[in-house]
């Protein structure tokens, strides 16, 4: 069978979409060549934003046309929240946010039937779900880092997330599992893992004795302490001086992505976000004790219902003394369902425009002080590409480096930093 899997949204999505690839490709199934047409698509969907949702119908839709004849499967959070209208867009199979080795099963037996699926319910509320779905951890071909999801689902519901009804509870992968899977993946070779999930934060909480997020981190740095581990998206709630203690004792890359949204207080609180910015702010400076030089990036949400001039200018201050080296920045986008899209004073699309440009350039100039900032360092980088005498990796600080040499793709090596090329650092193996 020749597939195609399109993934959209997050790491976790890029995750479930290298999982299913892994179970086809272990029965023998290939991909699709380039430029040809396929006996089965799979399309893993986003629905975080609004735009996240038009773009998941404009995928179903292109791929609906360009493989007329295949069987067409549609999971992910845009499926999991409006299944009917993906039903109507043309998909033969809809799946929500979980069931992932469900999906592929039924997926192959509907190709090997002749392309005639069976009836099934649409997804029920996701809510529902308790269990973490265990998948094949690893990474897409060719990959030098792996991404290994240990939890699942948020039960934080701020007010302009979708994503507690799309992926349901807090679900987390018990800590031997966590260790078990590090060490498989090392023996296959991977130097770095990227630990992801929805919210990482709340790891362990739905577990038998409540391990922590920190917990799980230590007992896979003991299972392959030769592999670098990068965290994914932290809430700055989980930052404390023991956390980052204990953390600088572990071979963890130095960067970390903290969950900002918003630089003022009362926007936050609107937002029914868990912190101020005064908890946040002291989760930065922990981080810059303990990990001197670290890359620390943030996601914002501009022009969320209520943001006054005033409001949005305190963002912006604030957002420039957490001085970031790489920023996400994002109009708020209205999602049905959500408590923010009922909320009064809802913004126009140029004055989140505008604001959103503001704040890019402000990211913009912090990005370059940032690099600028390491040069004259040391940094060890994964190379991960290598053309004409060039090889290219990311930094411990998970910025691109390039310096000269061969053969060191999939290979750690200390890069001493001389210079820029835009936003690359480039140097010298040492």
């Known amino acids: 069978m020749r597939y195609i899997i399109i993934t959209l949204g997050c790491k976790v999505n890029q995750y479930d979409s290298q999982a299913m690839e892994q179970l086809l490709r272990a029965d023998g199934h290939v991909p699709a060549e380039p430029g040809t047409t396929a006996d089965a698509v799979i399309v893993n969907t986003c ?29 992910g959070c845009f499926s999991q929240t409006a299944p009917e209208e993906v039903r109507e867009l ?15 099963a039924e997926l192959v037996h509907t190709v090997e039937q002749g392309g005639i699926p069976a009836f099934r319910e649409l997804p029920g509320d996701a809510r529902g779900t308790r269990n973490f ?19 699942d689902g948020c039960d934080n519901y701020c007010a302009y997330c979708i994503i507690p009804y799309a992926r349901g509870h807090v679900r987390s992968l018990p800590v031997a599992d966590c260790a078990a899977l590090v060490a498989q993946l090392a023996s ?56 980052c203690e204990r953390l600088s004792k572990l071979s963890v890359c130095s960067h970390f992505h903290l969950s900002l949204q918003s630089g003022c207080d009362e926007t936050l609180q609107r937002m029914k976000r868990r912190y101020d910015t005064a908890r946040f702010m002291e989760s930065v400076k922990l981080l810059r004790k303990y990990f001197p030089g670290c890359g620390l990036t943030a996601d914002l949400i501009v022009g969320f219902p209520g943001e006054t001039e005033e409001e949005f200018e305190k963002t912006l201050s604030f957002v420039e003394e957490c001085a ?15 408590r923010a899209a009922s ?56 910025c691109e480096v390039a310096a000269a ?26």
């Open 47 to 75: 629905a975080v934003t609004a735009e996240g949702a038009r773009k998941a119908r404009q995928a179903i839709r292109r791929v609906r046309a360009e493989n007329p004849q295949a069987v067409l499967a549609v999971c």
């Open 90 to 104: 043309g998909a033969d199979l809809v799946y929500g946010s979980g069931d992932r080795a469900g999906l592929v």
């Open 133 to 151: 779905e265990k998948l094949p951890a690893g990474a897409s071909e060719g990959r030098t880092r792996a991404y290994l999801k240990i939890q």
């Open 188 to 243: 296959q070779g991977y130097r770095e893992l990227v630990i992801t999930g929805i919210e990482i934060a709340s790891y362990g909480r739905d577990l038998p004795g409540h391990p922590t997020l920190l917990d799980a981190v230590e007992a896979m740095a003991l299972a392959a302490p030769e592999v670098r581990l990068h965290l994914g998206s932290l809430e700055p709630r989980v930052v404390t001086q023991d956390f």
């Open 324 to 338: 970031f080296s790489s920023m996400h920045i994002f109009p708020y986008s209205r999602r049905e369902g959500t």
């Open 343 to 398: 909320l009064p004073d809802q913004l126009t699309r140029a004055v989140k425009t505008a604001r959103a440009a503001r704040a890019q350039r402000l990211a913009a100039e912090m990005e370059r002080q940032y690099l600028d900032s390491c040069i004259g360092r040391v940094l060890s980088v994964l190379f991960e590409t290598e053309s004409d005498g060039m090889c290219v990796g990311h930094g411990e600080n998970y």
């Open 405 to 430: 040499g061969k053969g060191f793709r999939g290979l750690v090596r200390n890069v001493e930093i001389n210079g820029t090329q835009g936003e690359m650092l480039v140097g010298v193996c040492i």
